[in-house]
């Protein structure tokens, strides 16, 4: 019996779009997409890299899975839906998005088969050499499957549920991200074909292990997925098993809403969390040499088209393989980094008498945030003389110390106020719980400003001093997060600066009330002044180059993609103003093009740790280049940074701190280890020539004897 249909094909428009020429698009812009997806090849590199450990290795090919999928999630899922939606969008750089969607694909194509290689011809013999085996069910000696089996029997087959479809059963929901298995079956003596869904449950990693030998050491593992399929009879007695497909589907996760119909924003976010698990499927991965009925099957009940196909001819998930590069085995990982308490902070007890008596910069993870930040929210929260806390939270994580301190300094009777930005996205669920539990605890929470997602790093104290109330500021590069504080380098600044802290105060007046103040005294405020500003020191360094004076410009951050600041860069090499970046991730400008931007280097790092912080130079005509404006702060120089959220940036005025970032912009420049370089048509190539210690490295290395010789 032919089963209903439940609801019109949305990708029937979709499917008729014929792929576009590869006529090459001429523009001074680089795709953004196709500029991030270039940033994921810098990451999988990492995983070819013989220099870096193995298990790190094989992190890396994590990483550049995981980054897939985000990428599909949140940027291939608009793109998809302008294509079903016929709409007539050309990107800044003059693709349609046709063009953009087929570009995407045969790139994440090559980059595939390239982990795939990667995976078969060099991980797993590197990890046999080793003593960790990554193996197939025919692999497993008799004693590994007897184990294995007993782990199905006792601990697996309990929680599978094999869902069928026929005319009693409709298709079964299929979960963002869900690893699944696609069974073809039939009763015995019958030719009609029934199909069956098998999920792997999620709360057992995908590899386990089966035999283990410290002594040697030896380490055997073998996939869930190999488990289960060498039991299905067990699922499907007396049924004559056809054939099985491994697939795993990534759903778009960017619901359409209008802020404006909602009157309360926690209830918009709930009820976008509730639709994003319904939302279309933009990808299906499935193992190779795929069923082709199965394959049919499955495309047509998801509403997916051919080029929605993606075949892993390895795994399926390398990020799946977590419990592998995450093996107590420190030699084949990179040597861990314990931070430093700040020189600034060692002896003195007394953390607001520090900040006090001068401008103290911090460099994570170089240096602790738990001795610094952590420290500070801290020592405020149990201070009998504070009186306020004020503070934004983005990300944070799901025991979060810096929570509980503020949970604490309500209960002994201070004002505490948390804007807690509900729209972060990933984080959406934490952020509603902690939200809920300091509200519970009597703490002011704001969920931001309608329209804006608020995204500054911005943390305010109130005390009482013998001279009268006093405020301390930290600003900072990065998340209130002490788990991503050990991963990602971020910088921060704490503070005692009047006018700063009149700018903070008026901040959160904007924040959690309706002020439109709009005359910061020193902070950059987005979306207020930050771009006017940034594009008038611009405009300065190229009025200093025509006078003569020394003229430069650093910035350093995760993405450059507003195209007035693009355009404002391109002029200034046009003046002959040296330009450097140091851009991670998305980058939209073309370095190195003649009569546009020969001035104009770009760099990127990938290393150790995730690149975070936001520092931007202009040397404003010092005869010194550490004499010249530093600021840092939350920004990216995106549209989004820029226009549609709150970010702030603080100016650096301390000398000391100045010649500190000169020392982090100079080392990311020098250091040609783990360094690339951008080309003109938006690839990247390694740093050549003699290798150095990467900038990370340097970096840890003065860190460390900068405390010791503070100590002696």
Not at 260 to 267: A, G, H, I, K, V
Not at 564 to 577: E, I, K, R, T
């Amino acid at each position: 019996m032919a089963r209903a249909r439940r609801k019109p094909k949305k990708t029937a428009g979709l499917a008729q779009i014929k792929r576009p020429t590869d006529t090459p698009v001429t523009s001074s812009f680089v795709n953004r997409e196709l500029s991030w997806l270039e940033f994921n090849k810098r990451v999988l590199a990492q995983s070819y890299d013989t220099d870096v450990p193995i298990l790190e290795r094989l992190r890396f090919l994590g990483i550049f899975h995981s980054n897939l999928d985000e990428f599909f999630m949140k940027r291939v899922g608009l793109l998809r839906r302008n294509l079903i939606l016929s709409t007539a969008h050309i990107s800044r750089d003059g693709m349609t998005a046709a063009q953009q969607f087929f570009a995407i694909r045969k790139t994440v194509i090559e980059m595939e088969d390239q982990a795939n290689v990667c995976f078969k011809d060099h991980l797993i013999p590197a990890l046999k050499k080793e003593g960790i085996y990554l193996l197939k069910w025919h692999e497993l000696n008799s004693e590994e499957k007897e184990r294995a089996n007993q782990i199905f029997k006792t601990r697996i087959f309990p929680i599978l549920t094999p869902l069928s479809v026929d005319p009693g059963h409709p298709f079964p929901f299929i979960s963002n991200l869900s690893y699944s298995l696609a069974v073809a079956l039939r009763h015995p003596g019958k030719d009609e074909k029934l199909f069956s869904r098998v999920k792997l449950p999620e709360i057992f990693p995908a590899w386990i292990e089966v035999t283990t030998d410290v002594a040697r050491p030896l380490s055997r593992w073998v996939h869930i997925s190999e488990i289960v399929l060498n039991n299905l009879p067990q699922l499907f007695p007396d049924m004559e098993i056809i054939a099985t497909l491994p697939f795993r589907v990534t759903r778009n996760i960017e619901v359409e809403r209008n802020e404006e119909n909602f009157d309360d924003l926690l209830q918009m976010i709930e009820e976008e969390l509730r639709e994003r698990k319904f939302e279309d499927v933009v990808k299906l991965e499935h193992g190779p040499n795929p069923d082709e009925w199965l394959l049919k099957f499955i495309m047509s009940e998801l509403d997916l088209i051919e080029h929605d196909l993606y075949q892993m001819d390895s795994e399926i998930d390398y990020a799946g393989l977590k419990p592998i590069w995450s093996i107590n085995r420190p030699q084949l990982q990179f040597t861990p980094w314990n931070p430093l308490v700040p020189s600034e902070l060692i002896e003195d007890g007394d953390i607001f008498r520090s900040i006090s008596q001068k401008d103290i910069l911090v460099h994570h993870p170089y240096e602790s945030f738990s001795a610094s930040v952590e420290r500070l929210i801290r020592t405020a929260a149990e201070d009998p003389k504070v009186l306020a806390i004020k503070m934004t939270l983005y990300r944070t994580p799901e025991e979060s110390s810096i929570g509980q301190s503020l949970i604490k300094a309500a209960d002994l009777g201070k004002q505490v106020v948390c804007l807690v930005e509900l729209k972060a996205r990933f984080d959406e669920k934490r952020n509603i719980a902690w939200a809920t539990r300091m509200e519970d605890a009597g703490i002011h929470v704001v969920y931001g400003v309608m329209g804006l997602k608020t995204h500054c790093k911005v943390l305010l104290i109130v005390r009482q001093e013998a001279e009268g109330l006093k405020t301390y500021i930290h600003i900072g590069t990065g998340n209130y997060h002490p788990v991503t504080a050990r991963s990602y380098t971020d910088v921060g600044l704490f503070t005692a600066d009047k006018i700063i802290s009149e700018d903070v105060i008026a901040l959160f007046n904007y924040l959690t009330g309706r002020s439109l103040k709009k005359d910061y005294r020193k902070l950059l405020v987005a979306p207020i002044n930050m771009k006017k500003i940034f594009l008038e020191n611009i405009q300065r360094e190229i009025e200093n180059k025509k006078h003569g004076k020394d003229a430069h410009i650093v910035i350093k951050c995760n993405n450059l993609e507003d195209h007035d600041l693009v355009n404002a860069l391109y002029a200034a090499s046009g003046a002959g103003v040296k330009v450097d970046l140091i851009i991670r991730s998305i980058c939209t400008l073309r370095p190195g093009v003649k009569d546009l931007s020969s001035n104009i280097r770009v760099v990127s790092i990938v290393d150790q740790l995730l690149e975070h912080s936001r520092i931007f130079y202009f040397r404003n005509g010092s005869n010194e280049p550490v004499k010249g404006d530093f600021y840092i702060g939350s920004a990216d120089w995106m549209y989004r940074n820029l226009l549609a959220r709150v970010e702030v940036i603080t100016p650096i005025d301390e000398q000391s701190l100045k010649s500190k970032l000169w020392e982090i912009l100079d080392l990311n420049l020098r250091c040609t280890n783990n360094a690339w370089n951008m080309q003109s048509d938006g690839s990247y190539q390694r740093v050549s020539g003699a290798k150095t210690n990467s900038s990370q490295r340097e970096l840890m290395r003065l860190t460390r004897d900068r405390i010791v010789h503070h100590k002696d």
